[in-house]
């Protein structure tokens, strides 16, 4: 197989030869594909009868086989590139390779007092700040050496501390999108527009470190009559906004956030459009006792969702009816926030009594920075609307900003200012399908 390999590639493999190698900025940028195509096979093969350990380290080892593994079988087969086995080890280009997940110190306690002649890091900025500075005092060979990649991410994280130590010895090539030539033009630009006005713009595209401050949703909440929409019957002429057939939405599922009696609850029902092409929150609700001497027990929490459902049934679901049988209706499920498992069964049990049809699970809780962005790229790109039943999760999308106080990491702000509730109820709907989404 030919590899097609760009300037700024080619210059990674002529002025890599540091102690540490390591690649900084924007996502398709190529910065992967040199190590998978070139990098680790030569590394890997240079230090072939040396002593010390072969170790890939990633976030996950289902990671590394994903964004390492399974781009070097592609090019080289599954006859040089194994698999990972139950003792963690995989066989590549002939030679043993440790291939451990870097999230948690746990994970990388088997190889802790080894020596490494050769690491392959994926997804740096994404590990645990203890297992790099494990990997430091494991270097120790006069041939010892690290590769690794990294999407940027707050300018005061403890990899760009050590990426700004100028008394080390490292190679640092920094990437922006627009670095990979063969990209195609008309994706570029796309994935430009979705992340337009964030701060993935500057991180992903331009691959600069930058603080996340400000809205999150900055595009929707300057305007956000942009995402209007209406779901209709039949598609009437000169509307005055995006308009949906009831009939065009294939699925519709509902989430449920709680939040205590003072911050109240939230519901919020979403609907997609085949083929995931355009993601439609329907309604949403926020309930909260009227005062501190008022309680939403689990009784009529029961009560008060179970209505939701029905209202969103009722004008927004598809339903074919045999009598006072339901044959077919197109909302699907219900994701509950697992943290409250009380509460989430009580629930299962009132919706399986009134809507059998409807399954009731706990909500997977992906990382919040995941599913925000996510939802950034769906605004960015023109698939995410929402109708004028969501007043609660408009005025959400709105006020969401970062919290400005937490210098270490990226978090919303949550100090019940702003209505982190109804957020975390659409994201529960969308959550599961992200990798479909974008």
């Known amino acids: 197989m030919k590899m097609q390999l760009s300037s700024k590639q080619n210059e990674y493999i002529v002025n890599a030869t540091h102690r540490w190698n390591i690649k ?3 996502v398709r940028s ?18 072939a009868g040396k002593a010390g350990l072969n170790v890939i380290l990633g976030v996950s080892k289902e990671s590394i086989e994903r964004n390492v593994l399974q781009p070097m079988r592609e090019i080289y087969t599954d006859k040089l590139i194994g698999t990972i086995n139950n003792r963690n080890v995989a066989r590549i280009c002939g030679e043993d390779v440790y291939c451990l997940g870097a999230e948690k ?7 802790q007092g080894s020596s490494i002649k050769y690491c392959y890091g994926d997804e740096v900025a994404k590990w645990n700040k203890e297992v790099f500075q494990m990997l430091k005092s494991r270097l120790d060979k006069p041939y010892s050496c690290f590769d690794g990649s990294c999407n940027p991410e707050h300018p005061t994280h403890w990899l760009k501390e050590f990426l700004d130590n100028v008394e080390l010895d490292i190679y640092l090539q920094r990437y922006t999108i627009f670095d990979n030539p063969f990209l195609p033009e008309e994706f570029v630009e796309q994935l430009c527009k979705e992340y337009e006005g964030t701060i993935y713009y500057d991180r992903l595209i331009l691959g600069l470190w930058k603080r996340a401050e400000g809205a999150i949703y900055k595009r929707f909440a300057d305007n956000p009559e942009a ?4 779901v209709v019957d039949a598609i009437e002429e000169e509307a005055e906004c995006r308009q949906f057939r009831k009939e065009d939405i294939v699925s519709i599922e509902i989430g449920l956030d709680f939040g205590g009696n003072q911050s109240g609850h939230s519901f919020v029902a979403r609907g997609y459009t085949d083929d995931y092409k355009e993601v439609i929150a329907l309604k949403s609700k926020r309930v909260k006792a009227k005062d501190k001497s008022e309680e939403i027990d689990s009784n009529k929490l029961d009560e008060l969702f179970c209505e ?13 009816r045999h009598g006072d049988y339901v044959e077919y209706c197109n909302v699907e499920s219900v994701f509950y926030d697992n943290a ?7 629930i299962r049990n009132a919706v399986g009594e009134k809507y059998p049809w409807i399954s009731v699970k706990g909500a997977k809780k992906r990382a919040i920075n995941d599913r925000i962005r996510c939802t950034v790229r769906l605004m960015g790109a023109g698939r995410f609307f929402i109708t004028d039943d969501c007043t609660s999760l408009q005025t959400a999308f709105s006020d969401a900003v970062w919290d400005k106080d937490v210098k270490d990491r990226d978090e919303r702000l949550d100090d019940g200012s702003t209505d982190i509730d109804s957020l975390d109820a659409f994201e529960y709907t969308i959550e599961r399908d992200m990798n479909y989404l974008i």
């Not at 110190?105 to 190889?111: F, L, M, P």
């Not at 995402?227 to 209406?230: G, L, V």
């Open 24 to 26: 900084s900025g924007a």
């Open 340 to 346: 409250e498992t009380v509460l989430g069964n009580s």
């Open 105 to 111: 110190v746990s994970q990388v306690a088997k190889i």
């Open 30 to 47: 190529g910065k992967s594909y040199v190590d998978t195509a070139f990098v680790i096979p030569f590394r890997i093969r240079e230090r």
């Open 308 to 320: 939701f459902v029905e209202e969103v049934i009722e004008k927004y679901a598809v339903v074919v």
């Open 227 to 230: 995402y209007r929409c209406r």
